[in-house]
């Protein structure tokens, strides 16, 4: 099994930036992916970024392109997001997932078994 722990969550105004971190632990020399989710109050988990743990494939959703970056330490088995020019609109619960499989698409949370306790970020207008 794999454990991962979020952190770097907090409260920032709109424009500014703030960098998430997400170390796993575990069983990590299977991990072949890990991404990060996000949720708002009432509404659906929606898919943010993901990075292939070997290679250079990332993925992002459209919302963030440009503004969010996704990178990964293999020696410190830890993936970060850093997030610029936050809007209010990126308000939610973000939360670190990881995949021990070969393939998926990257973006959907159904592919990723492991999943941290999430962390809130709070972008004020």
């Known amino acids: 099994q794999v454990q991962l722990v979020e952190s770097g969550g907090g409260l920032v105004q709109a424009g500014g930036s703030l960098s998430l971190s997400c170390a796993a632990s575990g069983r990590t020399v299977s991990i072949y992916r890990m991404g990060w989710f996000r949720q708002a109050p009432g509404k659906e988990r929606e898919f943010v970024a993901a990075?292939?743990?070997?290679?250079?494939?990332?993925y992002y959703t459209d919302s963030v392109k440009g503004r969010f970056t996704i990178s990964r330490d293999n020696a410190k088995n830890t993936v970060y997001l850093q997030m610029n020019s936050l809007k209010a609109e990126d308000t939610a619960v973000y939360s670190c997932?990881?995949?021990?499989?070969?393939?998926?698409?990257?973006?959907?949370?159904?592919?990723?078994?492991?999943w941290g306790q999430g962390t809130q970020v709070t972008v004020s207008s």
């Open positions: 997932a990881a995949r021990t499989y070969y393939g998926g698409s990257g973006a959907s949370h159904h592919e990723y078994p492991y």
């Open positions: 990075i292939n743990w070997s290679g250079s494939v990332t």
